[in-house]
């Protein structure tokens, strides 16, 4: 039994929709296990533009270190595209994962027994299933590189650089290894080692660390292989480790394999157990308000803020098992309805769990 402190960001778009029914399902798992959870609401990325004139408010980073964790829905919308690029919303998610120390993102692409026809993979190249992790390095690479304006032979040039430290590969690197050692002990590296020296550092300290985790089988695959691997045989990976940029592309291609995007979730962690815990998808602001969103990666990264922060495992797995046990039965929101099925709302779904937590 225990009270947590947990900084709430909903954010834009769909946002508040479904990071609200996620609290719901947190607040019922702690009447259950007798534990409170307080939470701390905040604004970030467009809604905090609209009322602040930032997109990043000066009390983010001082009330999340306050707190066991952060709960983040999603952030921006084509009303801030016309922003400089600092002033973005997504630029506020650089911000606090580099503020918060949090280089580490856990994403795991899992293909639901009962969801199997909702991939566009073939049935029978997922197999039994399909049950990846991509660890992706959060705070490096070229999204934190430098980058700038010049003159160039044709005129006006935009750069931006791709930079990492041995250091920064060596501690994602290690994440990944070790969370290989709790799965199935094997790790597949990807990079662009026949083309950019970064990657070829990267696969060099990843090949030494190997040293330090034997029982771990270790593969590097190029980052265009792996993108076509993903399609072609998703079940050939267990753990993958890649840099920032490349994370980002092969695990929003693993989500739609799973069936949806709206399914998974996600973990950024740093030295500790303080972590952010959100759903890979954006704020969506074409459905925001109407109800129909899916909130079933945000729930099960409660389930992730539970077990990797919290060190409540039992709880976690109520989670997990209430979510699984509301597909298994067939109950749908509209992206992962088939046809024929009735689509429930937003709201309706987050009840459906609520109802199966043990």
Partial sequence: MANFKLALIPGDGIGPEIVGEAVKVLDRVGEIYGHTFEYHDLLMGGCAYDAKGTC???DIL????ACDSVILGAVGGPKYDSLPGAERPEKALLKIREGLGLYANLRPATVHSALKSASPIRADLIGDGMDILIVRELTGGIYFGDRGTREGKYGEETYDTEAYSEFEVK?????????????DKRLCSVDKANVLDSSRMWRRVVTEMSAEFPEVAL???????????????PSQFDVIVTSNMFGDILSDEASQITGSIGLLPSASL????FGMYEPIHGSAPDIAGKDIANPIATILSMAMLLKYSLGLGK????IEDAVEAVLNEGIRTADIAGAGETAIG???MGAEVLKRLR
Wanted: one cysteine or more.
């Fill in 315 to 318: 709880e976690a797995q109520a």
């Fill in 56 to 58: 990043f408010p000066d």
């Fill in 219 to 233: 593969t590097h695959m190029y980052v265009d292989n792996a993108a076509m691997q993903l399609v072609r045989d």
């Fill in 270 to 273: 740093g030295e500790g157990s």
């Fill in 62 to 65: 001082p009330t999340c270190r």
């Fill in 171 to 183: 501690r994602i690197a290690r994440v990944a290894y070790e969370a290989a050692m709790a799965r």
């Fill in 346 to 348: 937003t709201k309706a």
